[in-house]
């Protein structure tokens, strides 16, 4: 018996934010890798277990199945489990589940109200964060969702500009050659139509 609070099999149907799902062969391999790094998680006495999981970590992100995260923010009742599942949910970008997030963001527990705030600040969840930020009591949730203005942009240039070596120019001014009978073929830009397609496919792809 699993701890993510759900049977993983291809004919479990759930629900996220209003669009039926199903686990699926890539949803499989999240939940194995999001256990093998619990297991890794739970034994460890030291803060560095997340280096030794960098492997299994990096394939959560690059599987991205994100509905399979938040489903298990919302079924475990194990709550190192669900501070795992809350953490890489964040680090997936996108924004289904937020509003879950946001939800154990007012939990009784501190380490689970303080994750759920880093993720939404990696989701760009600022509504809701400004709405935690209101209501929090505890200074540090309180100053963790606050958003900040940007620092002047002549202050991050400086800042850029300060790790940047500067390379000197040649004192010779250099020729450029074109090849002869080089025949330089132009591509016509993409169709209004033809981008506003890629766009609706590429918004359909991120809310999974």
Same mark, same amino acid.
């Given at each position: 018996? $699993? $701890?993510?609070?759900?049977?993983?099999?291809?004919?479990?149907?759930? #629900?996220i934010d209003k669009r039926w799902h199903?686990? $699926? =062969?890539?949803?499989?391999e999240v939940l194995m890798l999001l256990q093998q790094i619990y297991?890794?998680?739970v034994v460890s006495n030291d803060i560095y277990w997340a280096l030794r999981m960098r =492997?299994?970590?990096?394939?959560?992100? #690059?599987? $991205?199945v994100r509905s399979i995260l938040v489903l298990v923010i919302e079924k475990t009742s194990d709550v190192r489990m669900r501070l795992l599942a809350i953490w890489l949910r964040g680090r997936c970008g996108g924004y289904l589940g937020t509003s879950t997030i946001a939800s154990f963001a007012? =939990?009784? +527990?501190? +380490?689970t109200k303080k994750e759920c705030v880093r993720a939404l600040k990696r989701l760009s969840a600022w509504a +809701?964060?400004?709405e935690i930020g209101c209501d929090a009591t505890h200074p540090r949730i309180r100053h963790l969702a606050?958003?900040?203005a940007a620092k002047?942009?002549?202050?991050?240039? =400086?800042c850029m500009l300060a790790n940047v070596q500067t390379i000197p120019l040649a004192s010779t001014k250099s020729q450029f050659w074109i090849l002869s009978g080089l025949v330089l073929n132009y591509t016509a830009p993409k169709s209004i139509d033809t981008i506003r397609h890629i766009l609706a496919r590429i918004k359909r792809l991120v809310s999974n």
């Open positions: 018996m $699993n $701890n993510f609070g759900f049977p993983i099999n291809g004919r479990f149907r759930y #629900c199903r686990i $699926n =062969s890539d949803g499989e297991d890794g998680f =492997s299994e970590i990096r394939r959560i992100e #690059c599987l $991205n007012h =939990s009784t +527990e501190f +380490e +809701e964060l400004r606050t958003q900040r002047p942009i002549g202050e991050r240039l =400086s």
